[in-house]
């Protein structure tokens, strides 16, 4: 779902623009408890932001304090779980991959993905701040017990072919 060139949004003390963006709503046990929006600008101008998340007053749940996957959560349980950043990665890397809204993950996120996975491969983009985030990530992961590998990457998940996304799924799950 998209929205329109007028479409804006209060948090309560300021108008938010939402024009010109994907609308992607964030579902947690079956409920939808919060969205965020995709700029569908080929680039942004100055001030836009490529995303903005539901205001927080606005969220049943805050996104930071669940993960995303295009599936119910009742079915991403299993043995490999690949993390990522964002919905446009999972949405190229299909049902084994989740994300955390960025890099910058929070403890319940980790909790999630610790109860949910026994091996979790974790693929952030290739700039060295969220490489030093995944390898962060990676080693909580296993302090919880999980077999957890940091796997690096040249490109955004997100802007891969589905055949390079095909091949490092295959990669991953049959490590």
């Not at 985030?133 to 690096?152: N, R, S, Y």
Request: hydrophobic content about 35%; glycine content about 6%; proline content about 4%.
């Amino acid at each position: 779902m998209g929205t329109g060139p007028l479409s804006f949004l209060s948090d309560g003390k300021k108008q938010i623009d939402y024009k010109h963006r994907i609308f992607i709503p964030i579902f947690w046990k079956g409920k939808m408890v919060s969205f965020q929006t995709r700029s569908i600008k080929k680039k942004t101008e100055h001030g836009d932001l490529k995303y903005i998340a539901c205001p927080k007053n606005r969220e049943i749940i805050h996104h930071k304090d669940i993960i995303y996957a295009h599936r119910n959560w009742e079915k991403i349980r299993g043995e490999t779980g690949i993390v990522v950043e964002g919905v446009t990665d999972v949405w190229k890397l299909g049902e084994n991959a989740v994300a955390t809204f960025g890099i910058e993950y929070k403890p319940k996120q980790v909790n999630i993905l610790a109860k949910a996975y026994k091996r979790i491969a974790v693929v952030y983009d290739e700039e060295p701040q969220a490489r030093r985030q995944a390898k962060k990530l990676v080693e909580e992961l296993t302090l919880l017990g999980v077999d957890a590998w940091w796997v690096p990457i040249d490109q955004d998940p997100g802007s891969m072919t589905k055949e390079q996304a095909r091949k490092l799924v295959n990669k991953i799950i049959h490590y």
